[in-house]
């Protein structure tokens, strides 16, 4: 048996943002569908080091791709200059159970998170939409920039970051990356300012208190949302969330997990009902995403395994074509 090993650049090389935002409508509509196992990630603190291990199973039944990733988030990796994410992920053989890749998930998480959004702003956000307020300037950031501008024609980003040193060097970086990004990429001040300019909105953060007010918020705006990770982090405040048509990548996922929502259910801002759907039920057209040119929507984005198998299973394939990566005997 022969294990096929995949790096980075690999895997940049097999699976593009185009194709992956394909992938994972079709892998939340699998989920939501209920055509997917999922069990719930385990996530095992590192509290010395402010840091989580999170080991996260999935077996697509429809598309029968079968695998799991192991990540690791630790946010005090910014201070020693080091990714914030380090990842690995599993594909196995749901024939027979055999292993058959392990390749860089970290890059691999990034293109995934980066294209939830990108299906949810081609389902939710109005067709008009020119304008993209980015909160956050580390590696998420530029997945979701490029996934936005994959599927609305943005002629606009305004970057804000607490650390005023890397959103300088994001912006110079994107700026030379090429269509579909536009090269009108600004830094600024404040939140308010992309808050009432932007038409959608990404937040990309580790922050544990909300990054903007959401009485500021247009009507009409698009929230992507994909940081929150823990119940107690909140990025995108209770007013936002009572504003919005919310939809979710996972039901189970979020309200175990995404301070985002459990902190305004738990303050009675909203209940479970104000949920409107999951993003695999509006894909398979059994909810209804935006409704008029005045709605705000936010898409919370946790992260789900399903994204993770769907999206490595096909980057095995395009490598094995390729003929990319170095295999080892098992």
Known sequence: MKLRILSKKEVQRALSMKECIELMKAAFAQLSSGQAHVPLRSQLPVTAHEGVTIFMPAYLAQSGDLGAKIVSVFPRNLKANLPTIHAVVFVIDSRTGIPMALMDGTYLTALRTGAASGA????????????LALFGAGTQARTQLEAVCTVRPITKVLVCDVDPKRAKDFVEEMKSWGAPIPRDIRLIASAEEGVKEADII?????????????????????????????????????????????????RQASLAEAGDLIIPLQQGVINEKHIHAEIGEIVAGR????ESDSEITYFKSVGVAVQDVAAARRVLDKATELGLGAEVEL
């Not at 956000?125 to 020119?130: L, N, V």
Request: proline share 5%; with cysteine; hydrophobic share 35%.
């Open 120 to 131: 949810a702003t081609d389902l939710l956000a109005r067709k008009d939409a020119r304008l």
């Open 202 to 250: 990404c937040t990309a953060t580790t922050s544990s208190k909300p990054v903007f007010d959401g009485k500021a918020l247009r009507p009409g705006t698009h929230i992507n949302a994909v940081g929150a990770y823990t119940p107690q982090m909140q990025e995108v405040d209770s007013e936002t969330i009572r504003r919005a048509k919310v939809i979710i990548d996972s």
């Open 287 to 290: 909810k209804v995403g935006r």
